[in-house]
């Protein structure tokens, strides 16, 4: 969930490499972009803007963006479908700003009032789509309108604010039709079938309380115009399994594992070998989980995998350097007047890079052309050798930073603001992920403490940038594992917490392994939820603090699963 106090969460779907493929009964695949429903949206755009150009309040700018695509989405547990769907779906966001760029109905509490949704005809009726299209425009007008009359009262008797930015950048118009055809979608009863036998693997492992598997499939075009001359069309297409396994310790403490396989093609995806070592893993997971000591408040010496280090950085700086996030007296700016100082060790770099499909074979959940706001997509270098240089724009100015770079995203119904898509850390001095353990080994003996910590894997997390919250983080680990300075094996313990604050523990990087990792997830904000993807290396921290964990206090079933058959990988016969 996310609270008014929660400005960022995120459910992060982990993804891993694809190897090995297996054809999928598909449909064929759907036509290029819907010229009737291109055409319509512009011919209703100019018309509306030539009719508001009339009244007094007009709009300096509109825009139509149109979702327009089917989905699939498959829920199966012990080898059964809770439930199956395949839908169709057009939906319109009309976007429009009354008064200048330099303040307009979308500034600071009113920012919401720049958009109006509703869902449009599936059907290519032009005439249908104009009249939905008429009834959003002019709802929006009535709504812009009276947020604009809102900003002028509160602008004259509100003092200066600190940074007194555009609320809208101006930007160079864009022009993008993608003509390729989408890929082709699985049949339903084909993935229901698939469903079946990946989560009736779970039935030969009794130790798990509660398991789901989740096959979904996505693809449709966005099409985008606007008053300043953009037309946009292209096409997506995501194909996922994700899999997730709940059992619970003694003590209360829920515990959970998520596996996620991510793909662009349906032809695409593991092998049953493949799913079922992971419902083992994932299980085993669970059961040393269960047994696992109950972990203590900790400072100190600790090892993130690469994947975690990932995760890390996501939210530890990357909502930091979010553009919005920059201005406002709510915001508490974290970064906001530190642009050309040092933020990081010299030897670490930050790009944010949504062009990027793939990295070493893993498919990026933050790949886009354009963003929401229709600007090209473009690499931003962040952090340079430990020197901050950029946030990440939307069209909502900061101080210094007066345009858009292309991360402008939102989810379809809200604003955008500037968002992360694939966030990339690099290191110019790297070790080998083995020399990195020996290293974090000495580091714990140099301080005298009897272990450090290892996170081998993190499931989510969040960050606080109010200012009326303490700018504080919160990293929620799933495997943890103490690393003794003696010698003595490896301990797994469980219920922490990663905390603390940023501009303390980004300086406490120490070295970094020579093998990238990649997660993919989605994030949710103020502008809804969104795909992103991150990459780094391992990471050693020389201190990092954790926290004990909150859990209930229900105990585990008294009564024993009911029996039944599996075969030789764990699954049903």
């Not at 779970?202 to 075009?221: D, M, T």
Request: proline fraction near 6%; hydrophobic fraction near 35%.
């Amino acid at each position: 969930m996310k609270s008014e106090k929660t400005i960022s969460l995120c459910i992060l779907l982990l993804g891993v490499a694809l190897v090995g493929q297996k054809p999928v009964s598909a449909q064929k695949p759907l036509a290029g972009p819907d010229d009737v429903l291109l055409a319509t949206m512009e011919k209703e755009l100019n018309r509306g803007q030539s009719e508001l150009a009339k009244q007094d309040s007009a709009p300096y700018f509109t825009s139509y963006h149109v979702t327009d695509g089917e989905s699939l989405v498959i829920l199966s547990a012990q080898g059964g479908i809770l439930a199956s769907s395949h839908t169709r779906h057009r939906a319109a966001d009309v976007s429009m700003r009354i008064g200048a760029p330099a303040l307009d109905n979308t500034h600071d509490q009113e920012r919401f009032s720049g958009i109006t949704s509703g869902q449009l005809p599936q059907r290519d009726d032009p005439e249908a789509i104009a009249r939905v299209l008429w009834k959003l425009t002019y709802e929006e007008y009535r709504k812009a309108r009276q947020a604009y009359t809102n900003v002028k009262t509160k602008t004259a008797v509100r003092a200066k604010d600190e940074d007194d930015s555009p609320d809208f950048s101006e930007e160079k118009s864009s022009t993008y039709i993608e003509k390729s055809s989408l890929a082709g979608f699985p049949e339903q009863e084909a993935w229901e079938e698939l469903a079946r036998r990946y989560s009736a693997y779970f039935r030969g492992f009794p130790q798990v309380e509660e398991s789901l598997v989740s096959v979904s499939a996505a693809r449709g075009h966005d099409y985008m115009v606007s008053t300043e001359g953009t037309k946009i069309v292209t096409a997506d297409a995501i194909f996922r399994i994700m899999i997730q396994a709940e059992t619970r310790a003694d003590d209360g403490m829920q515990l959970m594992r998520v596996e996620t396989f991510q793909f662009s093609d349906p032809a695409k995806f593991p092998t049953e070998v493949e799913v079922a070592a992971s419902v083992k893993k994932m299980a085993d997971d669970l059961s040393a989980l269960r047994a696992a000591p109950l972990a203590e408040p900790y400072s100190g010496p600790a090892l993130l995998s690469g994947r975690a280090a990932a995760v890390f950085f996501h939210e530890v700086l990357g909502h930091r350097v979010e553009g919005q996030r920059q201005r406002g007296r709510a915001e508490g700016q974290t970064f906001t007047k530190k642009v050309n100082e040092k933020i990081l060790p010299d030897f670490l770099s930050v790009t944010d890079d949504p062009t990027l499909h793939s990295i070493a074979g893993t498919e990026l959940s933050g790949f886009y052309r354009y963003d929401d706001e229709g600007i090209p997509a473009a690499r931003v270098e962040v952090v340079k050798d430990g020197i901050l240089k950029n946030f990440l724009m939307g069209r909502l100015p900061v101080k210094n930073f007066s345009n858009s770079n292309g991360h402008g995203r939102a989810q379809s119904g809200l604003m955008p603001v500037g968002r992360q898509g694939n966030l990339i850390v690099s290191s110019s001095k790297t070790i080998p992920d083995a020399q990195l353990r020996s290293r974090f080994i000495e580091e714990i003996k140099k301080q005298g403490k009897p272990h450090g910590l290892y996170f081998e894997d993190i499931q989510g997390g969040f960050t606080l940038t109010k200012r009326d919250l303490p700018q504080a983080f919160q990293v929620l680990p799933v495997m943890v594992w103490r690393v003794y300075a003696d010698g003595r094996p490896d301990e797994l313990v469980r219920g922490v917490d990663i905390v603390g604050t940023p501009l303390t523990v980004l300086t406490q990087i120490a070295a970094t392994g020579d093998t990238t990792s990649v997660f993919n997830g989605i994030c949710g904000a103020e502008s809804g939820s969104v795909p992103v993807s991150a990459a780094a290396p391992a990471m050693l921290f020389s201190e990092m603090e954790v926290q004990k964990r909150k859990y209930g206090d229900t105990r585990p079933p008294i009564l024993p699963p009911p029996p039944g058959a599996t075969d030789e990988r764990g699954g049903a016969k």
